[in-house]
């Protein structure tokens, strides 16, 4: 079984938006002096990666004029195990911590690798490789943050109080589920402005999650087909998955 410690991580910090420059070839300031006149028009770095910025988030209605585009890209969904336990023993604040500290852990690797936290869920999100900051090899990227998720989430529940590291019934810590494919990304609504992704692939990647325990990152067949020097010694797991007729195999990635 493939083990997340054998992925070394990446990181790189922009002065101008990443995204900008990739799908338009603008150079918006992002960070430094050129970038002041730019916030005063609300022009800033986006909350779904800091080397994007705002204009990304409304780039297809009022940049692309169009609603949608189709890309391919990576799915990565990441979900805390034992969170409903733990809830039911653990005080409010001390409860919105641990939620922000997976959230903080969870964005900081992303970022890492270029991906952007395209929602948050209560417990869990949803991050997309390859839009809008251009990756060659978004299918690694994903694998890579996971694997990276897993180790600071880890070492994070080190500093805890023990009764916090185990729930009643499962242990806590984070599941992944990653899937690469095509999808729609674009406004999919006529009240919010920021995009997301729409598809079978998401689909299929938060599948994958919700059958992820605690430490594992299950990695479709698509997404391991194009890291095959960390998946190709890993446990395969054929999975019966909620919507889809056939079983669907998987690949496992642990963090121990």
Known sequence: MTT????????????????????MRVPIPIR???????????????????????ICERSFRYVKKQRHISAHATILFADMRGFTSLSERTEAIELSEIVSLFHDRCAQAIWAHDGIVNKQMGDGLMAIFNFPIEIKDHARAAVRAAADIQRHYTDALDGMSSDLKESRDHRLGVGVGIHTGDVEIGEFSSFRSDFTAIGGTVNLAARLESQAAAGEILVSAETAAQVPDFLSASETRLLSLKGLEHPVEARILTTN
């Open 4 to 23: 997340a410690s054998s992925l070394a991580p990446t990181h790189n910090s922009a002065s101008i938006c990443r995204g900008c420059w990739d799908q």
């Open 32 to 54: 430094g002096a050129f970038a002041l006149p730019f916030r005063a028009f609300g022009i800033t770095r986006s909350k779904m990666n800091p080397n994007i910025c705002t």
